[in-house]
């Protein structure tokens, strides 16, 4: 045997990639009935990191035997599991007569047990292969040592789950008013001995499940006991990941949000990571993209805005590798195929984020992928299509129309112009651009298939996903401007008017190898190339009402401009990716996670002008090139063990852990932009305006040291301390962040009241220290090369762009956070609140030096001055309303209370304004309000002072300061969701959300202005004077929309299974169904304003599409 | 080691667990001092150079390029709103800010910084970016070690004096010059007074004569700096020293080009000289004329018949009913601005002779004359006349070269001269009648914020 185990253990790779290929070839052939080695046989594994060797108890046994004795019996159910069995024949009632006993698919434990109901003995199964049958009693408490002093009052059983009818581990079983109570063993098993004969309630409490109290009639004779606990809403008892491994969400300080991406695929018609964040609808997370259309930048804020300069992006780890989050067009993390996402975690909160290391003061997402599961090989086909329609009506749009003073023809008419005496205004043009004559947008389609295998055995399992998406946007151009451009005799390239699309493909997969039974060794390979075509186009100067009939277009200004944008870029992501883990059989855990991810993008732009004729001259376009690159390079180990065990191990567990991560982030990008391109020319003909190529490194270390302490399985403390080492981090500076923790069951406490109503109730907080770290770039100094005219001839130059601070610091994040988790009315609800409160310090601001140290660009630098301040109230609540065998009715709300205020700029800096004049909008960092403000300036005075009815700019004085506005973080946010489950096949749902207290920047690229009162002399002179002034496009807004509806039916195996189908539903889904809000023009929820890095909510309605409202019909297969 | 440690630490030691605690403690020591396993690489690419990197000769010439170009757009906008604000141009335009400076208006609107402070803001900066420059520039050669590169200590030092000159003479009292050293230091300085900024430009132009010249154009830079710095002072004995070695062919000229160049932000542009009055060669499209007398108390630089000076050469023109004069000293991209020469050296000793009596003091204006072929001038008599015809002459000599304003302020500091005698006053003619009389500006005064040591103008007397 021991021979054998050493040739397995030397032909692993060749096996196992032998096995790996049979089981491609010969999937639905299970992998027992073949001829593979002994390690590639065996039973269903767990997940990698829960605990993965093999257990026998959890052997299944099917067996029927009629007419024999006991022993027989329990031989043969030993034998069958391969169990070897130890009991006294003095002792055990060996020959008692079994009439009929039968068991079907019973672990072994499960069978030994029932076949000794009704005698006083039981079955105790050990991993290693071997069971004892033991008198009831001598297992008291967990440990089962003490020998069975008084078995007159004992009362055993089992504690099994109502679902699935297996045992279930950890129970706690107590008897009220008494010290007695004991844990249930791995089979659910439970003994107590010397019960009070006056005590005949048993309580059962076990997290994740309602708590149970029995009755027992009389304690003396021993009763039998079988319990079975209902699954309670409560997700304490689930297992999360954090940087050190896996984890009890009872042991955490911090609140972890945990998504099943497969229960939002179900009600939503999710396309990627950021639609499943968006429609988990997670406290404290928002969610904004750029636009409606395909491969749109989208932006996650974890918690709010913390940081003033840097990115406020979180940190993305995908199993256990550092991914780039960044945001960019198409949105970096949409890259990962959303099909082979299986969990999505939100660390949020101190605790868990200072031990993720630099940037992880914004919150990190966890995303772990599917494994696979071990068997014959299953087959899974996804289909999905979607239609969509952007919606939402657009503001009227006001010009001014006149008479050229001159030519005699009709004119657009602005005040300048007027003023100039190029043109007399006789009228107001109104025209609606929701008229489908002027703009139509097409609509969205999407068409996605996924195809994906998995399977395995005991040694190896293999999961292996490929998806194909094509997306047309929602935008098209618009009928009338086709009939202008031909109109006008334009020739233009027909592909550049289609909508915007994308092409995604994606091919995932993973290897999990299992060579010994302590360790695991997965390999992950994915590949993603996303190709995306973003159209627009762009109308200058367009007005084309006709001031007596507004529904009837004239061609007023043919000659203006109209302009097309047009961007390719083509982005291709790979990732490698090992995972190990071993296990000490000590307890100690040693897990590796390795990881490159290289993204390349190359992108084509142009911007090509019609229409604009002696203005443009020949110079008609611009286009650049680029080429990006980002590869991110990571390593994380760490090493935990538990060092207490046994009885000792109930009242106090001490979990240390110690870990070192290791990561590497280039950046490379190069861009060559060229204008003045002449019509009809070539790119390559025009003039090569900039070249420009930077390269950023940086690179971090860091290790950690933390430790879970828990007391009596109630009490939790978590202490740990980080530091971090970086090459944007001043070498002298702190990294030093520690982190303190403690959560208390309370409900699970002597004085607790022993009710059900209540039946959870977690007190939880934190404190911990985070980081975001400065940009290498920021430290030091930096020249571009340029050109100068010096001494009469051309020189190359080096010209200062940033002075750089060798001083700076990585900002540090100090957050609080305390909460409760409650379950109650029997565990059909559970509430989970959380405040946090959290203060950047050291914050990073960009800061203009003061004019005596040079010239715009020349003097920005970044400085550790500022604090930022954000609080939030966090409340979730989720209960069962319903709870029958064929009805299931699930509420669920979600509230979040945001406030975020910058305390400090610095000495003597109140205010950094980013739009100091003219456009009467101010986009500002103000101290004492939040970031990502808008402030408005409104006029202070107006004179008519030429006489001429309409109000100018020059006639009009505005006050110095802005009004503030609001900011781009919405104050409340909340959402409900209803999910109806019909005799588990039949499953409806339905969310909805509200936002409020938001303010929108709605700048328009469709020129003229949406004020009532612009350029009208009919108009009062302080409506004309608001509109000159823009005042009205900024604004506070809420909404209330209807996210997301759908209705899913799982067709039952039996109709299935007789076509080879495994399993089988279909569903009709479809989002953001509906929109009520007061805002004036189509969805604000859409930013323009991400790419450039503004936290400033910026809503373009004009060439931006909305969000599209969708529907789709998803067809998933199982073989 | 680890080894030996573990059997040596007791039961514990044999077992295993405690030997990975062990082990684990060893990584937690190891990783106490992670410094050497992270790589610091400094960004670095054929585009853009980090200030570190600059360690070659090419490198510090290329920095040296850039601070030039930057002094010659700040002299070249500085000269320009020079003449604006003095009685040698007039705006021809509407634009605001332009307007507010031409009639010396200091003034809110639209919640905009003063007219004064948006326009002279550029300038300002240009300047300073490049006294930055200068400055590392310094620091960079130290660096390098190479003596043979002491001509760019030199020239910076006194180019780095001609920035703080110019902001001296232009500027109201209290211009703060702060430092940056080359490894990014920021340091904060208080205002310096007028006074205090001419010893500092002085101190500048004695630390380039000290070192190594590249050639007379250093010399001759430095040597005029220091008599204009004194000058500005009222010292002109000390201004006449100064300049007594400066030859009839010294001269330190700036050049300008229409030639294409990119510029600091990366845009391409043409470094033309006085853009604000047309860069083009044809007169409409200059936005600026010259007017006789404007404001009362300006200069008649141009006779209504006859032939102009030629150091203020003109051309007229009829425009809208009116008769326009554009200056046509500089209408091309390709023209040379004298910084520094001999006629500066005449006019300062023309000047130092008058103040002590001696006839020479119209020698030395006949004598510059002559080089330009011009009549010679004769002695009007009285003292005040004597000086106004003094300041006339420099007036014409320095003609959009950014010295009339220097000028002024010295005619009031030290000539007693009321400032409404000396600066265009009364009822303001130019633009499209925004404005009705001019204001009162004397000087300009630094655009400066967020300067945390930094409070503000002294005052902003002449």
Same mark, same amino acid.
């Given at each position: 045997?021991?021979?054998?185990?050493?040739?397995?253990?030397?032909?692993?790779?060749?096996?196992?990639?032998?096995?790996?290929?049979?089981?491609?070839?010969?999937?639905?052939?299970?992998?027992?009935?073949?001829?593979?080695?002994?390690?590639?046989?065996?039973?269903?594994?767990?997940?990698?990191?829960?605990?993965?060797?093999?257990?026998?108890?959890?052997?299944?046994?099917?067996?029927?035997?009629?007419?024999?004795?006991?022993?027989?019996?329990?031989?043969?159910?030993?034998?069958?599991?391969?169990?070897?069995?130890?009991?006294?024949?003095?002792?055990?009632?060996?020959?008692?007569?079994?009439?009929?006993?039968?068991?079907?698919?019973?672990?072994?434990?499960?069978?030994?047990?029932?076949?000794?109901?009704?005698?006083?003995?039981?079955?105790?199964?050990?991993?290693?292969?071997?069971?004892?049958?033991?008198?009831?009693?001598?297992?008291?408490?967990?440990?089962?040592?003490?020998?069975?002093?008084?078995?007159?009052?004992?009362?055993?059983?089992?504690?099994?789950?109502?679902?699935?009818?297996?045992?279930?581990?950890?129970?706690?079983?107590?008897?009220?008013?008494?010290?007695?109570?004991?844990?249930?063993?791995?089979?659910?098993?439970?003994?107590?001995?010397?019960?009070?004969?006056?005590?005949?309630?048993?309580?059962?409490?076990?997290?994740?499940?309602?708590?149970?109290?029995?009755?027992?009639?009389?304690?003396?004779?021993?009763?039998?006991?079988?319990?079975?606990?209902?699954?309670?809403?409560?997700?304490?008892?689930?297992?999360?990941?954090?940087?050190?491994?896996?984890?009890?969400? %009872?042991?955490? @300080? /911090?609140? *972890?949000?945990? +998504? &099943?991406? !497969?229960? #939002?695929?179900?009600?939503?018609? $999710? =396309?990627?990571?950021?639609?499943?964040?968006?429609?988990?609808?997670?406290?404290?997370?928002?969610?904004?993209?750029?636009?409606?259309?395909?491969?749109?930048?989208?932006?996650?804020?974890?918690?709010?805005?913390?940081?003033?300069?840097?990115?406020?992006?979180?940190?993305?780890?995908?199993?256990?590798?550092?991914?780039?989050?960044? %945001?960019?067009? @198409? /949105?970096? *993390?949409?890259? +990962? &195929?959303? !099909?082979? #996402?299986?969990?999505?975690?939100? $660390? =949020?909160?101190?605790?868990?984020?200072?031990?993720?290391?630099?940037?992880?003061?914004?919150?990190?997402?966890?995303?772990?992928?599917?494994?696979?599961?071990?068997?014959?090989?299953?087959?899974?086909?996804?289909?999905?299509?979607?239609?969509?329609?952007?919606?939402?009506?657009?503001?009227?749009?006001?010009?001014?129309?006149?008479?050229?003073?001159?030519?005699?023809?009709?004119?657009?008419?602005?005040?300048?112009?007027?003023?100039?005496?190029?043109? $007399?205004?006789?009228?107001?043009?109104?025209?609606?651009?929701?008229?489908?004559?002027?703009?139509?947008?097409?609509?969205?389609?999407?068409?996605?298939?996924?195809?994906?295998?998995?399977?395995?055995?005991?040694?190896?399992?293999?999961?292996?996903?490929?998806?194909?998406?094509?997306?047309?946007?929602?935008?098209?151009?618009?009928?009338?401007?086709?009939?202008?451009?031909?109109?006008?005799?334009?020739?233009?390239?027909?592909?550049?008017?289609?909508?915007?699309?994308?092409?995604?493909?994606?091919?995932?997969?993973?290897?999990?190898?299992?060579?010994?039974?302590?360790?695991?060794?997965?390999?992950?390979?994915?590949?993603?190339?996303?190709?995306?075509?973003?159209?627009?186009?762009?109308?200058?100067?367009?007005?084309?009402?006709?001031?007596?009939?507004?529904?009837?277009?004239?061609?007023?200004?043919?000659?203006?401009?109209?302009?097309?944008?047009?961007?390719?870029?083509?982005?291709?992501?790979?990732?490698?990716?090992?995972?190990?883990?071993?296990?000490?059989?000590?307890?100690?855990?040693?897990?590796?996670?390795?990881?490159?991810?290289?993204?390349?993008?190359?992108?084509?732009?142009?911007?090509?002008?019609?229409?604009?004729?002696?203005?443009?001259?020949?110079?008609?376009?611009?286009?650049?090139?680029?080429?990006?690159?980002?590869?991110?390079?990571?390593?994380?180990?760490?090493?935990?063990?538990?060092?207490?065990?046994?009885?000792?191990?109930?009242?106090?567990?001490?979990?240390?852990?110690?870990?070192?991560?290791?990561?590497?982030?280039?950046?490379?990008?190069?861009?060559?932009?060229?204008?003045?391109?002449?019509?009809?020319?070539?790119?390559?003909?025009?003039?090569?305006?900039?070249?420009?190529?930077?390269?950023?490194?940086?690179?971090?270390?860091?290790?950690?040291?933390?430790?879970?302490?828990?007391?009596?399985?109630?009490?939790?403390?978590?202490?740990?301390?980080?530091?971090?080492?970086?090459?944007?981090?001043?070498?002298?500076?702190?990294?030093?962040?520690?982190?303190?923790?403690?959560?208390?069951?309370?409900?699970?406490?002597?004085?607790?009241?022993?009710?059900?109503?209540?039946?959870?109730?977690?007190?939880?907080?934190?404190?911990?220290?985070?980081?975001?770290?400065?940009?290498?770039?920021?430290?030091?100094?930096?020249?571009?090369?340029?050109?100068?005219?010096?001494?009469?001839?051309?020189?190359?130059?080096?010209?200062?762009?940033?002075?750089?601070?060798?001083?700076?610091?990585?900002?540090?994040?100090?957050?609080?956070?305390?909460?409760?988790?409650?379950?109650?009315?029997?565990?059909?609800?559970?509430?989970?609140?959380?405040?946090?409160?959290?203060?950047?310090?050291?914050?990073?601001?960009?800061?203009?030096?003061?004019?005596?140290?040079?010239?715009?660009?020349?003097?920005?630098?970044?400085?550790?001055?500022?604090?930022?301040?954000?609080?939030?109230?966090?409340?979730?609540?989720?209960?069962?309303?319903?709870?029958?065998?064929?009805?299931?009715?699930?509420?669920?709300?979600?509230?979040?209370?945001?406030?975020?205020?910058?305390?400090?700029?610095?000495?003597?800096?109140?205010?950094?304004?980013?739009?100091?004049?003219?456009?009467?909008?101010?986009?500002?960092?103000?101290?004492?309000?939040?970031?990502?403000?808008?402030?408005?300036?409104?006029?202070?005075?107006?004179?008519?002072?030429?006489?001429?009815?309409?109000?100018?700019?020059?006639?009009?004085?505005?006050?110095?300061?802005?009004?503030?506005?609001?900011?781009?973080?919405?104050?409340?946010?909340?959402?409900?969701?209803?999910?109806?489950?019909?005799?588990?096949?039949?499953?409806?749902?339905?969310?909805?959300?509200?936002?409020?207290?938001?303010?929108?920047?709605?700048?328009?690229?469709?020129?003229?202005?949406?004020?009532?009162?612009?350029?009208?002399?009919?108009?009062?002179?302080?409506?004309?004077?608001?509109?000159?002034?823009?005042?009205?496009?900024?604004?506070?807004?809420?909404?209330?929309?209807?996210?997301?509806?759908?209705?899913?039916?799982?067709?039952?195996?039996?109709?299935?299974?007789?076509?080879?189908?495994?399993?089988?539903?279909?569903?009709?889904?479809?989002?953001?169904?509906?929109?009520?809000?007061?805002?004036?023009?189509?969805?604000?929820?859409?930013?323009?304003?991400?790419?450039?890095?503004?936290?400033?909510?910026?809503?373009?309605?004009?060439?931006?599409?909305?969000?599209?409202?969708?529907?789709?019909?998803?067809?998933?297969?199982?073989? | 080691?680890?080894?030996?440690?573990?059997?040596?630490?007791?039961?514990?030691?044999?077992?295993?667990?405690?030997?990975?605690?062990?082990?684990?403690?060893?990584?937690?020591?190891?990783?106490?001092?992670?410094?050497?396993?992270?790589?610091?690489?400094?960004?670095?690419?054929?585009?853009?150079?980090?200030?570190?990197?600059?360690?070659?000769?090419?490198?510090?010439?290329?920095?040296?390029?850039?601070?030039?170009?930057?002094?010659?757009?700040?002299?070249?906008?500085?000269?320009?709103?020079?003449?604006?604000?003095?009685?040698?141009?007039?705006?021809?335009?509407?634009?605001?800010?332009?307007?507010?400076?031409?009639?010396?208006?200091?003034?809110?609107?639209?919640?905009?910084?003063?007219?004064?402070?948006?326009?002279?803001?550029?300038?300002?900066?240009?300047?300073?970016?490049?006294?930055?420059?200068?400055?590392?520039?310094?620091?960079?050669?130290?660096?390098?070690?190479?003596?043979?590169?002491?001509?760019?200590?030199?020239?910076?030092?006194?180019?780095?004096?001609?920035?703080?000159?110019?902001?001296?003479?232009?500027?109201?009292?209290?211009?703060?010059?702060?430092?940056?050293?080359?490894?990014?230091?920021?340091?904060?300085?208080?205002?310096?007074?007028?006074?205090?900024?001419?010893?500092?430009?002085?101190?500048?132009?004695?630390?380039?004569?000290?070192?190594?010249?590249?050639?007379?154009?250093?010399?001759?830079?430095?040597?005029?700096?220091?008599?204009?710095?004194?000058?500005?002072?009222?010292?002109?004995?000390?201004?006449?020293?100064?300049?007594?070695?400066?030859?009839?062919?010294?001269?330190?000229?700036?050049?300008?080009?229409?030639?294409?160049?990119?510029?600091?932000?990366?845009?391409?542009?043409?470094?033309?000289?006085?853009?604000?009055?047309?860069?083009?060669?044809?007169?409409?499209?200059?936005?600026?004329?010259?007017?006789?007398?404007?404001?009362?108390?300006?200069?008649?630089?141009?006779?209504?018949?006859?032939?102009?000076?030629?150091?203020?050469?003109?051309?007229?023109?009829?425009?809208?009913?009116?008769?326009?004069?554009?200056?046509?000293?500089?209408?091309?991209?390709?023209?040379?601005?004298?910084?520094?020469?001999?006629?500066?050296?005449?006019?300062?000793?023309?000047?130092?002779?008058?103040?002590?009596?001696?006839?020479?003091?119209?020698?030395?204006?006949?004598?510059?004359?002559?080089?330009?072929?011009?009549?010679?001038?004769?002695?009007?008599?009285?003292?005040?006349?004597?000086?106004?015809?003094?300041?006339?002459?420099?007036?014409?000599?320095?003609?959009?070269?950014?010295?009339?304003?220097?000028?002024?302020?010295?005619?009031?500091?030290?000539?007693?001269?009321?400032?409404?005698?000396?600066?265009?006053?009364?009822?303001?003619?130019?633009?499209?009648?925004?404005?009705?009389?001019?204001?009162?500006?004397?000087?300009?005064?630094?655009?400066?914020?967020?300067?945390?040591?930094?409070?503000?103008?002294?005052?902003?007397?002449?």
């Amino acid at each position: 045997m021991k021979r054998d185990r050493i040739n397995v253990m030397l032909t692993i790779p060749v096996k196992t990639l032998l096995a790996v290929m049979i089981i491609l070839i010969h999937g639905r052939i299970e992998a027992q009935r073949t001829n593979l080695p002994d390690l590639l046989r065996g039973e269903v594994r767990g997940e990698v990191g829960k605990q993965q060797q093999e257990d026998i108890r959890e052997r299944r046994v099917t067996i029927s035997l009629h007419n024999t004795t006991l022993e027989k019996a329990m031989n043969e159910i030993a034998q069958s599991a391969g169990l070897k069995l130890t009991y006294s024949r003095t002792i055990v009632p060996v020959n008692k007569k079994i009439d009929s006993f039968s068991v079907k698919g019973m672990s072994v434990g499960e069978a030994l047990n029932k076949l000794l109901d009704g005698t006083k003995f039981i079955a105790i199964v050990r991993a290693n292969g071997r069971g004892v049958i033991t008198e009831a009693g001598s297992q008291q408490g967990n440990a089962g040592s003490e020998k069975q002093k008084n078995i007159d009052n004992i009362i055993k059983g089992r504690v099994v789950d109502s679902a699935s009818k297996n045992g279930i581990p950890g129970v706690m079983v107590s008897v009220p008013g008494t010290e007695i109570r004991t844990i249930t063993d791995k089979n659910g098993v439970f003994v107590l001995s010397n019960v009070p004969a006056n005590r005949n309630h048993i309580n059962f409490k076990l997290l994740g499940y309602a708590s149970a109290v029995r009755t027992i009639e009389n304690v003396n004779k021993g009763d039998d006991l079988l319990v079975m606990l209902v699954p309670a809403a409560t997700s304490l008892n689930e297992v999360v990941t954090t940087a050190t491994g896996f984890q009890r969400r %009872v042991e955490i @300080p /911090s609140d *972890i949000v945990k +998504i &099943d991406a !497969e229960k #939002i695929r179900q009600r939503a018609p $999710v =396309r990627s990571l950021t639609d499943m964040l968006e429609a988990a609808q997670i406290p404290g997370v928002l969610v904004t993209r750029a636009s409606g259309d395909p491969g749109a930048a989208t932006r996650v804020r974890i918690r709010g805005i913390g940081s003033i300069s840097q990115s406020n992006d979180p940190v993305y780890i995908v199993d256990g590798m550092w991914i780039d989050g960044s %945001v960019q067009s @198409p /949105s970096r *993390i949409d890259l +990962i &195929d959303q !099909e082979t #996402i299986e969990t999505i975690e939100v $660390v =949020r909160g101190p605790s868990a984020a200072t031990l993720y290391g630099q940037d992880a003061s914004n919150g990190v997402i966890v995303i772990t992928t599917k494994k696979g599961l071990p068997g014959i090989t299953r087959w899974n086909f996804g289909y999905s299509s979607d239609w969509g329609r952007a919606y939402g009506k657009m503001p009227l749009v006001y010009e001014g129309l006149g008479y050229n003073q001159i030519t005699g023809e009709r004119v657009l008419c602005p005040v300048s112009s007027v003023l100039a005496f190029v043109c $007399v205004q006789d009228s107001v043009g109104i025209y609606d651009p929701n008229s489908k004559l002027i703009l139509r947008e097409g609509q969205e389609r999407q068409d996605a298939y996924s195809l994906s295998f998995d399977g395995g055995a005991k040694a190896v399992k293999y999961s292996v996903a490929a998806s194909t998406r094509n997306v047309l946007g929602v935008r098209r151009a618009a009928p009338i401007d086709l009939i202008r451009l031909r109109k006008m005799n334009q020739t233009y390239d027909k592909d550049i008017l289609k909508p915007s699309r994308q092409k995604n493909h994606a091919l995932s997969s993973n290897l999990s190898l299992y060579p010994r039974d302590n360790l695991d060794i997965v390999l992950t390979v994915k590949a993603a190339y996303s190709d995306l075509i973003d159209n627009r186009y762009k109308l200058v100067s367009h007005v084309v009402a006709n001031p007596i009939n507004p529904d009837t277009i004239n061609f007023l200004n043919e000659g203006s401009e109209f302009s097309e944008i047009f961007r390719n870029m083509q982005t291709r992501n790979t990732v490698f990716g090992s995972s190990i883990t071993w296990r000490h059989k000590h307890g100690i855990n040693v897990t590796g996670n390795g990881g490159l991810d290289h993204t390349t993008a190359n992108e084509t732009g142009s911007t090509r002008k019609y229409g604009c004729g002696l203005i443009c001259g020949n110079d008609i376009g611009s286009q650049s090139d680029g080429m990006h690159s980002t590869t991110v390079a990571s390593l994380r180990t760490n090493v935990s063990t538990m060092l207490t065990r046994g009885r000792l191990g109930y009242f106090i567990e001490l979990q240390p852990r110690i870990g070192f991560d290791f990561r590497n982030v280039k950046r490379n990008n190069f861009n060559v932009s060229r204008d003045s391109i002449p019509g009809g020319e070539p790119a390559s003909s025009g003039r090569i305006g900039s070249a420009l190529g930077t390269v950023r490194e940086t690179t971090d270390a860091g290790w950690y040291l933390s430790s879970t302490v828990g007391i009596l399985r109630k009490l939790y403390f978590d202490i740990g301390l980080r530091q971090d080492i970086g090459s944007a981090i001043k070498s002298s500076s702190n990294t030093t962040y520690p982190k303190l923790g403690g959560a208390w069951l309370v409900s699970d406490e002597g004085f607790w009241p022993e009710n059900n109503f209540i039946s959870i109730f977690r007190l939880r907080g934190g404190i911990g220290h985070a980081a975001v770290q400065p940009d290498v770039g920021d430290i030091k100094g930096r020249f571009v090369t340029g050109t100068r005219y010096i001494d009469g001839k051309v020189v190359k130059s080096l010209e200062l762009t940033n002075i750089g601070n060798s001083e700076l610091m990585p900002e540090r994040a100090v957050e609080l956070e305390v909460g409760f988790d409650l379950d109650v009315w029997y565990d059909r609800i559970s509430v989970i609140a959380t405040y946090a409160h959290k203060e950047n310090k050291n914050a990073l601001v960009s800061r203009k030096l003061p004019s005596s140290f040079g010239r715009g660009s020349d003097v920005t630098r970044k400085e550790n001055i500022g604090l930022v301040q954000n609080r939030s109230l966090e409340m979730s609540v989720n209960g069962i309303a319903v709870d029958k065998s064929w009805l299931r009715l699930v509420l669920d709300y979600s509230h979040t209370i945001s406030d975020n205020r910058v305390k400090s700029l610095g000495p003597g800096t109140t205010s950094i304004s980013r739009s100091l004049v003219g456009t009467g909008i101010t986009d500002a960092i103000v101290v004492g309000y939040p970031l990502g403000s808008v402030f408005k300036r409104t006029p202070l005075a107006y004179m008519d002072e030429n006489g001429d009815g309409l109000i100018s700019i020059s006639e009009i004085v505005v006050k110095d300061g802005g009004v503030y506005v609001g900011t781009s973080n919405p104050r409340y946010r909340g959402s409900y969701g209803i999910n109806t489950t019909m005799w588990n096949r039949l499953v409806i749902d339905s969310r909805f959300s509200y936002q409020s207290d938001y303010a929108v920047d709605y700048n328009s690229s469709i020129s003229g202005r949406k004020d009532y009162g612009f350029q009208d002399v009919n108009a009062p002179l302080y409506l004309q004077a608001q509109a000159q002034y823009q005042a009205l496009n900024v604004d506070r807004i809420s909404d209330f929309r209807w996210n997301s509806a759908s209705i899913s039916y799982v067709l039952p195996a039996v109709r299935i299974s007789s076509f080879d189908v495994r399993s089988m539903s279909i569903s009709l889904q479809g989002t953001n169904l509906g929109l009520w809000t007061k805002f004036g023009g189509r969805d604000p929820w859409v930013n323009t304003g991400i790419l450039s890095g503004s936290e400033v909510m910026r809503v373009d309605q004009g060439s931006v599409p909305p969000p599209p409202r969708k529907f789709a019909l998803n067809i998933k297969m199982g073989l | 080691m680890k080894v030996t440690l573990l059997k040596g630490s007791g039961f514990l030691t044999n077992r295993l667990p405690f030997r990975f605690i062990f082990g684990a403690l060893a990584i937690f020591i190891q990783a106490c001092s992670l410094d050497g396993l992270v790589t610091v690489d400094d960004p670095q690419d054929g585009e853009s150079v980090d200030i570190g990197e600059v360690t070659t000769r090419a490198g510090v010439l290329a920095v040296y390029a850039s601070a030039i170009g930057k002094f010659q757009i700040g002299v070249n906008e500085l000269s320009s709103n020079v003449s604006l604000f003095t009685d040698e141009l007039s705006v021809r335009s509407n634009f605001a800010g332009t307007t507010g400076l031409d009639a010396r208006i200091e003034k809110h609107t639209q919640g905009l910084l003063s007219p004064l402070g948006v326009v002279v803001a550029s300038p300002y900066e240009y300047l300073n970016s490049s006294r930055i420059n200068f400055l590392q520039i310094r620091d960079i050669v130290r660096n390098l070690n190479d003596s043979s590169l002491n001509y760019l200590v030199s020239a910076a030092y006194a180019l780095e004096g001609y920035t703080v000159l110019l902001l001296a003479e232009n500027y109201c009292s209290g211009i703060p010059f702060p430092t940056l050293t080359f490894d990014g230091s920021v340091k904060y300085v208080e205002g310096s007074s007028t006074t205090e900024a001419l010893k500092l430009a002085i101190s500048l132009f004695d630390s380039s004569q000290i070192i190594h010249h590249d050639s007379t154009r250093f010399k001759v830079l430095s040597q005029i700096g220091k008599g204009r710095a004194y000058l500005s002072l009222g010292l002109l004995d000390s201004a006449f020293i100064s300049v007594q070695d400066v030859n009839p062919t010294d001269v330190y000229n700036l050049h300008y080009s229409d030639l294409q160049v990119t510029n600091e932000e990366g845009f391409v542009s043409k470094p033309y000289a006085f853009w604000t009055t047309g860069s083009a060669s044809t007169l409409g499209s200059q936005s600026n004329g010259v007017r006789n007398f404007e404001g009362t108390n300006g200069i008649q630089w141009f006779p209504l018949v006859g032939a102009p000076d030629a150091r203020v050469p003109v051309t007229q023109q009829i425009l809208d009913g009116i008769n326009v004069a554009f200056q046509q000293k500089y209408i091309t991209g390709n023209v040379v601005l004298p910084l520094a020469g001999w006629i500066e050296r005449k006019m300062i000793e023309s000047e130092y002779w008058m103040n002590e009596g001696d006839p020479r003091w119209l020698d030395a204006i006949n004598e510059a004359r002559r080089t330009r072929s011009i009549q010679d001038t004769t002695d009007p008599g009285s003292l005040e006349a004597r000086v106004d015809l003094l300041f006339r002459e420099r007036a014409f000599w320095f003609y959009l070269n950014g010295y009339r304003l220097g000028d002024y302020r010295r005619l009031v500091r030290q000539y007693g001269k009321s400032p409404y005698e000396v600066y265009p006053s009364g009822i303001y003619e130019g633009g499209y009648g925004e404005y009705q009389l001019y204001g009162d500006a004397f000087v300009f005064y630094p655009p400066e914020f967020a300067n945390v040591k930094y409070q503000g103008c002294n005052h902003k007397d002449p």
